[in-house]
């Protein structure tokens, strides 16, 4: 009641109230996040150059954070075209490796043969994978292992 500064009795409705707010938001956020990555995915897709096969190879720029809070960005690249996209997480130690479909790359092997090399874990789906290394050095031999 004091966080409300309201009477005990007024909680339920303010609580209720203050519940489909934050649902409000929440999904006002997703959609914006998703707005973001595609005009980010629009810009690194035009930066990136085209391989002999017609793919593009992408590699975004360390984050900070869990290589998860990427994916956003990576789906949307995927969804543009034939390409694959690497995130490395430094700080966690963390890789995200995605492949689009038709393009012929499993990115669940890929990564989890990757790190295997160097002592580290993952895997995933053909299309979307992620694990962890134990330092910088150990990404930077899965990103050229990779082909980054």
Same mark, same amino acid.
């Given at each position: 009641?004091?966080?409300?500064?309201?009477? #005990?009795?007024?909680?339920?409705?303010?609580?209720?109230?203050?519940?489909?707010?934050?649902?409000?938001?929440?999904?006002?956020?997703?959609?914006?996040?998703?707005?973001?990555?595609?005009?980010? %995915?629009?810009?690194?897709?035009?930066? %990136?150059?085209?391989? %002999?096969?017609?793919?593009?190879?992408?590699?975004?720029? #360390?984050?900070?954070?869990?290589?998860?809070?990427?994916?956003?960005?990576?789906?949307?690249?995927?969804?543009?075209?034939?390409?694959?996209?690497?995130?490395?997480?430094?700080?966690?130690? @963390?890789?995200?490796? @995605?492949?689009?479909?038709?393009? @012929?790359?499993?990115?669940?092997?890929?990564?989890?043969?990757?790190?295997?090399?160097?002592?580290?874990?993952?895997?995933?789906?053909?299309?979307?994978?992620? @694990?962890? %290394?134990?330092?910088?050095? *150990?990404? *930077?031999?899965?990103?050229?292992?990779?082909?980054?």
């Amino acid at each position: 009641a004091r966080v409300f500064s309201a009477s #005990p009795e007024d909680l339920p409705s303010l609580v209720e109230a203050q519940h489909r707010r934050v649902t409000e938001l929440e999904r006002e956020r997703k959609r914006l996040v998703t707005d973001l990555s595609r005009y980010e %995915a629009t810009l690194r897709w035009d930066e %990136a150059s085209v391989d %002999a096969s017609g793919a593009r190879r992408i590699r975004l720029a #360390p984050i900070g954070g869990p290589v998860r809070d990427a994916e956003p960005l990576v789906q949307a690249l995927l969804a543009m075209g034939p390409c694959a996209v690497l995130v490395l997480s430094p700080s966690t130690g @963390g890789v995200l490796l @995605g492949a689009s479909e038709g393009g @012929g790359v499993d990115a669940g092997q890929r990564l989890r043969a990757a790190l295997s090399a160097v002592g580290g874990r993952g895997g995933g789906s053909p299309r979307l994978a992620q @694990g962890s %290394a134990a330092g910088k050095l *150990e990404l *930077e031999s899965v990103a050229a292992a990779l082909g980054f």
